[in-house]
């Protein structure tokens, strides 16, 4: 006879149904294999990401917030001396070289447990991430919670962050020059969590942190790795961001396999 099963394999069942019911499919249906290149309506659409009109932080503003009349700071100097996580968000506060500081209500650091084997970098923090101070803690953060807890992983069991530590206006994709200006900070972040695995949530994420111009459509469910500065080579799994997944739910099942790869890669 089958062994019982335990709360946490209730809770991880359940919250697999409900993410499946919120695809709002019973069962997979086959899925036609991937274009090597995907036309531009099938690929992850990262600018204005809740659709919103994208106002820019634009120079004006920055200037009225102070941003440009000091010499700029360096940013990876900064970052190298933040010892740990405390120090590195300190250090992120104070920091004025991302213009997006101009514009955003406040900084979105972390949530989740900084001693987790798996880190989870998304891209920017969304209106609701703004208002909270906390990433994925809109829609997409509800379906990324989703999908971590039908692998049973919750906020004990994985860190979460973002490559851009504010909010870009609008929810509108942010530029290179701030995700570059927010680099050393989240590539110190990795460097300080040192998590066992790392997953890169969305196309941005992926091409930041590994420094590719891959798409996520050719990247998700390849396992690459991510290079700490002391040559540990940390596995990384690209994956179709959330909000990408509530566009298209049909995508969820390509999702669900980089899932239970991840789930592989930890020891079932
Ligand atoms: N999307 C992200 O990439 N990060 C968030 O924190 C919220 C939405």
Redesign the pocket.
């Known amino acids: 006879m089958a062994a019982p099963l335990s709360p946490d394999d209730i809770a991880a069942l359940e919250s697999l149904v409900d993410w499946w019911d919120g695809a709002g499919v019973e069962a997979l249906p086959p899925l036609p294999e991937e274009t090597a290149t995907p036309r531009p309506a099938q690929r992850e659409r990262p600018v204005s990401?809740d659709r919103q009109a994208p106002p820019t932080a634009t120079p004006a503003a920055a200037r009225a917030a102070g941003f440009g009349a000091a010499p700029a700071q360096d940013g990876r100097k900064i970052a190298a001396e933040a010892a740990d996580l405390t120090a590195l968000r300190a250090a992120l506060e104070s920091f004025d070289g991302c213009p997006l500081k101009a514009t955003a209500t406040q900084l979105?650091f972390a949530r989740g447990n900084p001693e987790a084997r798996v880190m989870v970098v998304?891209?920017?923090?969304?209106k609701?991430?703004d208002a909270q101070g906390?990433?994925?803690?809109?829609k997409?953060?509800q379906l990324l919670d989703r999908m971590l807890g039908a692998i049973g992983l919750d906020e004990t069991s994985a860190y979460?962050t973002?490559v851009v530590f504010w909010r870009p206006p609008g929810n509108r994709k942010p530029t290179d020059a701030e995700i570059e200006a927010c680099r050393p900070f989240v590539e110190r972040h990795i460097e300080l969590v040192k998590p066992e695995v790392l997953v890169m949530?969305?196309g941005?994420?992926t091409q930041t942190l590994l420094r590719t111009s891959s798409g996520i459509m050719s990247t998700r469910g390849r396992w690459m790795e991510y290079a700490l500065p002391d040559g540990t080579k940390i596995p990384a799994l690209p994956m179709y961001?959330?909000?990408f997944l509530l566009r298209r739910p049909q995508e969820k099942a390509k999702s669900w396999a980089d899932l239970l790869s991840l789930k592989a890669r930890l020891g079932g």
């Open positions: 990401r979105v998304g891209e920017a923090p969304g609701d991430e906390a990433p994925f803690v809109g997409a953060g979460i973002n949530a969305g941005i994420s961001h959330p909000a």
